[in-house]
């Protein structure tokens, strides 16, 4: 038997109340543990706490350098960064 790829949609609301209603996480540090769940520790064989410390560096180097954001207009949170981060320190020197 060949082996099928599962793939799973997720409707994610965070904050407005309808997450409440069916039961969904709802603060940015559950939905944060639910990414980190979903797409690296449960994908990933360790059995010491440093090979999860190692993994976790990995992801996060993954995450902000190659994986595209659909959010973002299909860039990666870095290049982002890289284009609009005048405009942050600037807000944070106005503020």
């Given at each position: 038997?060949?082996?099928?790829?599962?793939?799973?949609?997720?409707?994610?609301?965070?904050?407005?109340?309808?997450?409440?209603?069916?039961?969904?996480?709802t603060?940015y540090?559950?939905f944060?543990?639910?990414?980190l769940?979903?797409e690296?520790?449960?994908r990933?064989?360790?059995?010491?706490?440093?090979?999860i410390?190692?993994?976790?560096?990995?992801?996060?180097?993954?995450y902000?350098?190659?994986?595209?954001?659909g959010?973002?207009?299909?860039i990666?949170?870095m290049?982002?960064?890289?284009?609009?981060?005048?405009?942050?320190m600037?807000?944070?020197?106005?503020?």
């Amino acid at each position: 038997m060949k082996n099928v790829a599962k793939v799973y949609n997720k409707l994610i609301l965070i904050g407005n109340g309808f997450d409440l209603a069916l039961g969904l996480k709802t603060s940015y540090n559950d939905f944060l543990f639910w990414l980190l769940k979903s797409e690296v520790l449960k994908r990933f064989d360790y059995q010491y706490f440093g090979e999860i410390e190692q993994i976790l560096k990995r992801y996060v180097k993954f995450y902000n350098n190659r994986r595209l954001h659909g959010l973002l207009g299909r860039i990666t949170p870095m290049e982002k960064w890289n284009a609009d981060k005048h405009l942050i320190m600037m807000k944070k020197l106005t503020a």
